[in-house]
């Protein structure tokens, strides 16, 4: 009975193996076709060492081992644009009652929509409010409040510039943005970042371009001539 018991592990294994494999592999091919038909560049692995270029963002430089992989590259509705998934692994330890440590790795994945700004915007970091961001308003650290109540209490915005979060987040952005939750966006190191906390969909490779896109269109044309102006004084 053990042995058939083995046997039949084994087997649930390789076949949990060829599973992922496979759905790795359709997932590949679908995001192949999307650039294709996007007229942009795919790559299964990394040609622009991504983890280097932009390991002075924090959402990039997190544990260790960071890698990234189906790397979308190319011009999107005039925008140079890089979307691509994200792996990095954090390092646990713990110590059991007898005093055995028990070390062990966990990977986290997440895609990501990366485009390098042409101008020197200040950071500004846009995301959902969670349960923990209340916890923290409740000690003090507050984010940047906005004339909607309901925009305020969805997403936690933070800024080295006040001034400039109040012209990004105008009364239309704050209304397309309720109505496209789920967004991690931020303008930090040189560059717009987008991200959610888990790996997206070929058809969500596209819906963060569009989205990106969007966003910068969405930026008052004052905003562009201020920033351009001081990048080339």
């Avoid at 058939?4 to 087997?11: E, W």
């Avoid at 995001?31 to 990394?46: H, I, P, V």
């Avoid at 890698?67 to 990095?88: E, S």
């Amino acid at each position: 009975m053990p042995v058939l018991l083995i046997i039949a592990v084994i087997i649930l294994v390789a076949v949990g193996i060829y599973l992922g494999w496979l759905w790795e592999k359709k997932r590949r091919e679908a995001l192949a076709k999307m650039a294709a038909a996007l007229e942009l560049n795919f790559s299964a692995g990394d040609p622009f060492h991504l983890p280097g270029r932009l390991g002075h963002i924090h959402t990039f430089s997190r544990g260790h081992s960071q890698r990234a992989k189906n790397v979308v590259h190319g011009t999107y509705r005039g925008r140079d644009m890089i979307a691509f998934d994200f792996k990095y692994t954090t390092t646990h330890t713990s110590t059991d009652s007898k005093g055995h440590t028990t070390t062990r790795n966990v990977d986290h994945h997440f895609s990501a929509c990366v485009h390098p700004l042409e101008c020197r915007f200040p950071r500004l970091a846009i995301r959902p409010e969670g349960f923990f961001d209340k916890v923290a308003d409740f000690f003090g650290f507050d984010d940047i409040d906005f004339e909607s109540d309901e925009f305020s209490r969805k997403f936690r915005v933070t800024s080295d510039n006040r001034k400039f979060a109040y012209d990004v987040c105008h009364v239309r952005t704050m209304e397309w943005l309720l109505a496209t939750r789920g967004w991690h966006m931020e303008m930090v190191g040189g560059y717009w970042v987008l991200t959610t906390d888990r790996r997206w969909s070929a058809e969500e490779f596209h819906s963060g371009l569009s989205f990106t896109w969007k966003f910068f269109e969405m930026i008052p044309d004052f905003v562009w001539r201020e920033y351009s102006e001081r990048a080339t004084t």
